[in-house]
């Protein structure tokens, strides 16, 4: 009976292996998208409850943003104590270790196809809490992207998904992260694609758009329906408002490039001790919120005034500016906060300084302050990020409100062109791992293999032989007519033609190794990497050939690949990944 129960778990597990971890089935994949999408946006949950607690039943305050609430002596104290904690737990990690953010997202989908270690996960969630509390000038949108990205990987890990597959599980991780964060599920599809994956696959579609609709989901269940912000209604009162639009994508745009030249000024001083990095940067914290309490967490309440048309233009011009350069000294020096929320912070500021302009300069035309500060939102968070449609399709679902489109279109653009084309500036995100030798861009050939399972190119057709064959099992093998004979204990290759050869120059049993043949090296690989993979392995090994075994015990081997099999797979069927 035992033996029997262990066989029929052996086969339930080989079955779930070869049909939704090791293919490219998608109703398994969109199954294990369904529980990522549950996962993350339980985990964003818990992370949103462990900010929100703290702060509205242990303080004097109205709700997790309202620090104007709050004495000046009590800010100032809060600061200083959360970045203080923070920096004691932070001193004795390693670099590796305190690596978090989209950054870490990017760099461990560049480089390690989207595993993420569990170590860092946690970290975030703790780290990211303590910041956020204690009122740093930061946003959680980024960690968000990381734990959901975080618990993505997780899952993929614990069901042994194949490299390709991981890497969209991941994204399906960060699409519910964002959907759940703002209750925006097509922003939180596009985020991921455009932003983290890198590329726009109907492969990856269908399970980030369920997992993103799963955030959405839970998000509702739990927060209600609502949006991030309270958007008033508002509309463009007629073309001649689009020279101002331009403007302001303009304005967007130069704000956008003061913030990525702002990331880059404050990384020159890493090479400090932590101390006085975070130091510093919670002092300064500290002191502005003596004057612009405003400045303290996330700020969607100030974002919300700012939309109502409620904060004066030079308060406004004060807090853009404050905002810009906490947010950017915090993510020039791998503070464990996300700068989503303050590039939307500034823009909203940027565009009520320029909608109440438009109401001193032309009283008898009527404007809305609304709608230049969510034009001013999206076109800084689309030029910051490098990630203009994400923008775009975000504004469209906070606003529910079509005719926001085209104005939007304007904005973004052109605050988008102003960074990349007249500045010549990439993301705000390939800013910071500029510094780091391991991230590379991927090339286009790159971005096709790494999609790409192994299995799809390599040869299935092979036998496993030892070294020592009789003549009559060396007849048995050749009935069936593999193409190639794998030498398991000496890890080499031999085509059966040449085996066929020797059978017919010796009756007796043949030593496989001794025989005249053109034998291959061999290396070896699992069955859930990619043809990237084994690429690298082949270039860093000097290979030609790769055995491909089902799991890492390379135990059962399944087929071998060739360097000339992975070429003529990316030159003449690009169109089948």
């Given amino acids: 009976m ?27 994949l969109a199954l294990l998208a369904l529980l990522v999408g549950l996962a993350s946006a339980g985990v964003i949950t818990l992370f949103r409850f462990a900010i929100e607690i703290p702060l509205v039943e242990f303080l004097p305050m109205a709700n997790e943003e309202d620090y104007e609430a709050l004495a000046p002596f009590l800010r100032v104290a809060l600061l200083l104590a959360g970045g203080a904690l923070l920096i004691a737990i932070f001193h004795p990690l390693s670099k590796e270790l305190r690596s978090l953010g989209v950054g870490h997202v990017l760099l461990r989908m560049e480089r390690h196809q989207g595993y993420m270690p569990l170590p860092n996960l946690l970290l975030q969630w703790v780290a990211a809490a303590i910041a956020l509390v204690s009122g740093h000038s930061v946003g959680r949108e980024g960690p968000a992207v990381h734990l959901g990205a975080g618990t993505a990987s997780q899952i993929g890990q614990h069901f042994h998904l194949a490299h390709h597959r991981l890497r969209i599980l991941a994204g399906c991780g960060v699409a519910s992260a964002i959907s759940a964060s703002f209750n925006t599920p097509m922003a ?106 405003q400045l303290l967490g996330i700020g969607y309440d100030t974002v919300n005034d700012a939309l109502a048309g409620k904060v004066v233009v030079l308060t406004l011009f004060a807090l853009m500016v404050g905002k810009l350069l906490l947010a950017a000294w915090a993510a ?34 009527p404007v809305s302050v609304g709608f230049y500060a969510m034009l001013g939102m999206c076109a800084m968070m689309g030029a910051t990020l490098r990630a203009p ?24 653009v052109i605050a988008s062109l102003v960074v990349s084309e007249i500045f010549n500036l990439p993301s705000v995100f390939q800013v910071l791992l500029s510094k780091n030798p391991l991230m590379q861009t991927p090339s286009p050939v790159q971005q096709m293999l790494r999609n790409t399972w192994v299995a799809q190119a390599m040869t299935r057709n092979i036998v496993c032989v030892n070294r020592h064959i009789s003549h009559d099992s060396a007849a048995l093998i050749l009935q069936d007519k593999p193409e190639w004979l794998i030498i398991e204990d000496e890890k080499a290759l031999l085509s059966t033609a040449d085996l066929a050869r020797a059978m017919a120059d010796s009756p007796q049993e043949l030593d496989l190794i001794a025989i005249p043949a053109d034998r291959e090296e061999l290396g070896h690989i699992a069955l859930k990497a990619n043809l990237q993979d084994a690429l690298d392995l082949m270039q860093g090994s000097q290979l030609q050939w790769l055995a491909v075994y089902r799991d890492n015990n390379f135990q059962h081997c399944v087929g071998v690949v060739s360097r000339e099999q992975i070429e003529h797979f990316y030159r003449y069927q690009p169109e089948n990944v």
């Fill in 389 to 412: 449609l994400a923008a775009l399709v975000a504004m469209l679902e906070l606003t529910a409100n079509h005719n926001i489109i085209m104005p939007g279109m304007l904005a973004i």
């Fill in 332 to 365: 020039a020096t791998g503070f464990p906060g996300g700068l989503i929320g303050p590039s939307l912070f500034v823009g909203a500021a940027l565009g009520g300084i320029l909608g109440q302009l438009s109401a001193w300069w032309l009283p008898e035309y």
């Fill in 2 to 28: 035992t033996s029997l129960k262990q066989r029929l778990h052996q086969r339930l597990q080989e079955h779930w292996l070869t049909h939704v971890t090791l293919s490219n089935n998608q109703i398994g």
């Fill in 188 to 293: 939180g599809v596009i985020f991921a694609m455009e932003v983290v994956l890198l590329e726009y696959s109907i492969r990856g579609f269908i399970p980030i758009i369920l997992a993103s609709v799963t955030g959405a989901i839970v998000s509702e269940a739990v927060f209600g329906a609502e949006t991030a912000f309270v958007i008033p209604a508002f509309d463009m009162k007629s073309l001649l408002e689009i020279p101002y639009i331009l403007a302001l994508g303009l304005m967007a745009g130069l704000t956008a490039t003061a913030f990525i030249y702002s990331v880059k000024l404050f990384q020159k001083i890493n090479h400090l001790p932590l101390w006085i990095k975070w130091g510093g940067l919670t002092s300064t914290t500290a002191i502005a919120s003596l004057w612009l309490p």
